[in-house]
């Protein structure tokens, strides 16, 4: 699984650090250095933009994992160009962001806006395989989720504007309950086709999402 | 009009629906003058409901002006728009207006349209939105809380014949039959023999069958429908007939295509009706149906 995130567009980001003049770049040795968004080489890149623009560096560092508690252990490390800078630019996903946040004092700003939570099917390939609704119907679907890989995120069934076994949306995907009749078929399970899917319950776990581990549970771990 | 939607697709008689577009905007006056022109000469007439995703004057007002006009109107109901409280509380509305018809649809994508950022609801399926009417109509609401009033409806769903693949749009289509739909519009036919083998399978089910006819305007309108619209396929003999038609004569012959294919379907009863679709184009509406003999 991958963080899936872009680069916001150069003006965004000079429109977020319009207050400042100094500041530090935090990139991440994981999703976004994958993805080719916030690893070492992307970082250099936009450390010289920014500079070009006339911005001071105080320092950057690509943090092995920046959503993991050990990036506490690089703010410390990296402590006098940190507290150098008056923004903190963070080539991260929003998690990794936020995780900085904890630490730090000074405005934390986005450098990628993030998208999903990607599997990749092949190499290169991510889909986003999971919108994370608190109620999983893939024991009915064949495995196939399609409240990601239906545009609509419908239950019962493919909409009218499905054409060939593609989605009316783009013509490059495939329609979700083509894929999900399909694998049925194969598995023999073709009732399913006919489940009733009720509504989906938007208030599984109502936001702000929180999970509160048991200490018995977190004894497990240690 | 006068008469029941319902009452009438129960008798038998074989059932001619049409429908109007809401204007963008406050100008209602192209739409009242169709609903004027329609609702004496068919059945019932559609409202569409933010057709396409483009956002305009609501499917539930035009139902309305359809009623105070003296017609019966058939509100189309999609699930982008609303959530469940607002897809309930504009049934309750429409009840109490007199609408008792209602066709469920799922919704074209927010993508397609003039508002390409909103956010697509889709909180419902049209099967959800069925059977949520028929929870209604037994006096509750979703939450589970008594009504103060039920409401009582028609209610009716689309099905598109010529699907590709087939398998699991007859699997949606039986789930709306299951969910109560009584009532069918096809997405637009063109191919006769195809309909008919459509007709061999739906009949085994106790809905009503209207056909779905879409007004060809020239050769270019079939080939694109056929090329790029899901569902729809116009057959090469029409696109010929069409494309051999003398320059400024393509609508005319659309008009006498149309009206051929729904009295055919009528002369052999082959299904229950037909639902006249003749986009941007309601004005010709009394030609198709004088073309079909009716």
């Known amino acids: 699984m991958k963080t899936i995130t872009r680069q916001k567009p150069y003006e965004e980001i000079m429109q977020q650090l319009e207050f400042c003049n100094r500041v530090f770049i935090v990139g991440c040795g994981t999703c976004a250095t994958t993805l080719q968004t916030g690893g070492l080489e992307q970082v250099l890149e936009l450390k010289e933009k920014l500079q070009d623009s006339g911005l001071l560096i105080t320092g950057w560092a690509v943090i092995p994992t920046a959503c993991d508690e050990m990036t506490a252990v690089v703010a410390a490390e990296n402590e006098t160009a940190i507290q150098g800078a008056n923004a903190i630019l963070v080539m991260a996903c929003a998690l990794g962001v936020q995780r900085i946040n904890m630490y730090l004092d000074q405005p934390v700003l986005p450098g990628l806006d993030t998208l999903f939570m990607g599997l990749e099917e092949h190499s290169g390939y991510y889909m986003e395989a999971c919108a994370q609704c608190g109620q999983c119907v893939l024991g009915y679907t064949a495995g196939i989720c399609p409240v990601t890989a239906c545009h609509k995120g419908l239950l019962n069934g493919p909409c009218g504007g499905t054409n060939r076994g593609k989605c009316e949306v783009d013509q490059d995907r495939d329609c979700a309950f083509t894929l999900i009749y399909n694998r049925l078929k194969e598995q023999n399970r073709l009732e399913l086709m006919k489940y009733y899917h009720p509504p989906r319950n938007a208030q599984v776990l109502p936001r702000p999402r929180v999970k509160i581990l048991d200490p018995k549970e977190m004894e497990q771990w240690v | ?294």
């Open chain 2, 1 to 294: 009009m006068g008469v029941i939607f319902k009452d009438l697709l129960d008798s038998g008689k074989f059932v001619v629906t049409a429908e109007v577009a809401p204007p963008k905007g406050t100008d209602l006056e192209q739409m009242l003058h169709h609903i004027d022109l329609l609702k004496d000469r068919v059945d019932a007439l559609n409202v569409t409901d933010h057709q396409s995703s483009v956002m305009r004057f609501p499917s539930l007002g035009g139902c309305f002006a359809v009623k105070e006009r003296g017609g019966e109107p058939i509100l189309q109901m999609t699930c982008r728009d609303r959530n469940q409280i607002a897809l309930q509380s504009d049934l309750l509305l429409a009840y109490t207006r007199g609408v008792r018809n209602v066709l469920c649809l799922t919704g074209d994508a927010m993508t397609v349209g003039d508002h390409k950022q909103a956010q697509g609801i889709f909180e419902l399926d049209s099967v959800q939105l069925l059977r949520t009417i028929d929870l209604l109509e037994e006096g509750k609401d979703m939450g589970g809380n008594e009504l103060s009033g039920k409401v009582s409806f028609c209610k009716g769903a689309i099905v598109t014949p010529e699907a590709d693949p087939w398998e699991p749009q007859s699997c949606k289509f039986e789930k709306k039959v299951d969910a109560g739909a009584e009532f069918f519009q096809t997405q637009a036919i063109y191919d006769l023999d195809n309909f008919v083998k459509f007709m061999d399978y739906a009949s085994q089910f106790p809905v009503k069958i209207l056909a779905g006819i879409v007004l060809l305007t020239s050769a270019r309108m079939a080939k694109y429908m056929t090329d790029n619209v899901p569902g729809i396929f116009v057959p090469p003999n029409l696109i010929d007939e069409l494309s051999s038609t003398p320059k400024g004569g393509s609508l005319e012959k659309g008009i006498e295509i149309a009206g051929r294919m729904i009295a055919a379907l009528k002369k052999d009863s082959i299904c229950d009706g037909v639902h006249i679709m003749a986009i941007n184009r309601e004005e010709v509406v009394p030609d198709i149906l004088a073309a079909a003999g009716l």
